[in-house]
């Protein structure tokens, strides 16, 4: 077949990709039969064979652990953009309007192409792809935050960095509550529900457009959208639901009354969220706790706990650490540190909960580097060997913090796995809160230490509708060599 006149994205020297249909600088294509997957009033893009910059997909059937619309498949297509994208960049470093549509025109086609090569008929899944994808122009930015660290030149090309994708789930670009609002109602309408309807459209918005869906549900439907959710939902992939639909600071506000008035104290609970949450994070937190659980969190703290353990948590509580760095105490605090415990039989306590609980992260950063000179070994290590229990816990928890907040998930996560039985709390918990803040980061920890990425991780340990809806939050999959 006739190629056509050049194109103005193509690179003299590289074989030309087939255009698709619809593209003015090519004859329009046979159409063949209408596939499966189509909607009605739309046109199908044609698949763009031989292109030199895409990679060999499997043939094979699709893996029945996971939707069609998977992280792997929006890896895919963000890597056949970056590359057309990449191109175009090399005839110009600002490319224009036609290159950044031709650009998404292939990006189309491709994702309809694997679309119709899953050898999967018209179903709930390609109907939600078809709805996921907006009837307009593909939701370029969405997609990529959604995926692998986006490529730079593509990043360059809309005019973001790296560090404007920590999380994996971003805000939908193309986004209309009172449809979201109806696609869910008819996912649960009638007998049985569609959970892939549910967690593929849920897991692809925003905290606080899930708030805004649920406004539109109770405005449309005159029902509760998480109670409607409850009663439809069940296990596992129900508290996850259920938990991305609360949100974020009455989420914190909602683990620490869970922690504070179930059978016992959870301590791992409360030394997670007071550890690893920002000052101004905790503020809204207290303010929450009262208005939702009508008491003072500070109040069921001391009546659950007792000693310097409930001390630091009251001090992090608190949320009154100092800014910046304060050079001349830098010196003198390490000191303090090693004079309190290492140097001497016997721990002061009250110089660890000073130090670690009102100081900033950046000025404790320098403190450890400082500590390790003077005692010779890292501070962990010796909060480890003067103090027991959750005391011992707490301080520690904060140290990693302190260093690293998305190391610090990355090994509760790996914990959560990798032991005789899947703790689904902490599993649940993290992947839900650190979704929107740092996953990237977290992932990117979590292949480096382990040798095993975090997706693969998860797959391995969970299935079914629970196991897809993680996968999603995860975003997608890395390799050691990635980073």
Not at 31 to 39: A, F, K
Not at 316 to 344: C, H, M, P, T, Y
Not at 423 to 438: H, K, N, P, Q
Request: glycine share 8%; aromatic share 6%; with cysteine.
């Amino acid at each position: 077949m006739s190629q056509g006149p050049p194109h103005p994205g193509d690179v003299p020297g590289t074989p030309t990709p087939r255009r698709c249909s619809g593209d003015p600088q090519t004859p329009e294509l046979s159409r063949g039969p209408p596939h499966p997957g189509d909607v009605p009033g739309t046109r199908r893009p044609r698949s763009c064979p031989g292109d030199p910059h895409t990679p060999e997909l499997s043939r094979g059937p699709p893996d029945p652990k996971i939707s069609l619309w998977t992280p792997r498949l929006r890896s895919i297509t963000v890597d056949r953009l970056a590359s057309t994208v990449c191109v175009t960049s090399a005839l110009s470093p600002d490319p224009g309007p036609i290159a950044v549509a031709t650009a998404a025109s292939r990006w189309c086609c491709d994702v309809m192409n694997l679309m119709k090569d899953s050898a999967e008929p018209e179903n709930a899944t390609t109907r939600n792809l078809h709805h996921l994808s907006s009837n307009s122009s593909p939701p370029l930015l969405h997609l990529l935050s959604t995926s692998s660290p986006p490529p730079p030149p593509l990043l360059r090309l809309v005019g973001l960095s790296r560090m404007d994708y920590r999380g994996t789930v971003r805000p939908f670009v193309n986004f209309n509550p009172k449809s979201d609002a109806e696609f869910l109602y008819k996912a649960m309408k009638g007998i049985g529900t569609d959970e892939d309807a549910v967690l593929m459209l849920l897991t692809a918005r925003s905290n606080g457009q899930r708030q805004e869906i649920k406004e539109a549900y109770k405005k449309s439907y005159k029902k509760d959208l998480v109670s409607h959710l409850k009663s439809e939902l069940d296990g596992l992939f129900e508290s996850l639901i259920v938990a991305l639909m609360t949100p974020p600071v009455l989420y914190d506000a909602s683990l620490l009354n869970k922690a504070l008035k179930g059978a016992g104290t959870n301590d791992e609970v409360l030394i997670e969220v007071l550890a690893s949450r920002s000052p101004e994070r905790l503020k809204e937190v207290i303010k929450t706790y009262k208005k939702e659980f009508g008491g003072k969190l500070e109040k069921d703290i001391m009546s659950d706990t007792s000693g310097h353990y409930e001390k630091l948590l009251l001090v992090l509580l608190q949320g009154n650490r100092e800014e910046g760095v304060n050079e001349g105490k830098i010196e003198k605090d390490a000191k303090d540190l090693f004079e309190a415990g290492a140097s001497k039989v016997g721990t002061d306590e009250e110089v660890f909960i000073s130090i670690l609980g009102k100081r900033s992260h950046e000025h404790l950063r320098l403190v450890f580097a400082a500590y390790k000179k003077l005692a010779g070994t890292d501070i962990e290590e010796s909060i480890k060997s003067e103090t027991t229990g959750n005391l011992e816990n707490l301080m520690v928890a904060i140290v990693k913090c302190v260093r690293s907040v998305p190391a610090y998930f990355a090994e509760a996560l790996y914990g959560s796995m990798r032991r005789a039985g899947t703790d689904d709390g902490t599993l649940i918990r993290v992947m839900v809160s650190r979704s929107e803040v740092d996953m990237l980061d977290i992932r990117e920890v979590f292949c480096q230490t382990y040798k095993v990425s975090l997706y693969n991780t998860i797959q391995e340990d969970t299935k079914g509708d629970y196991g897809k809806a993680l996968l999603y939050l995860c975003g997608g999959n890395d390799r050691a060599g990635d980073f």
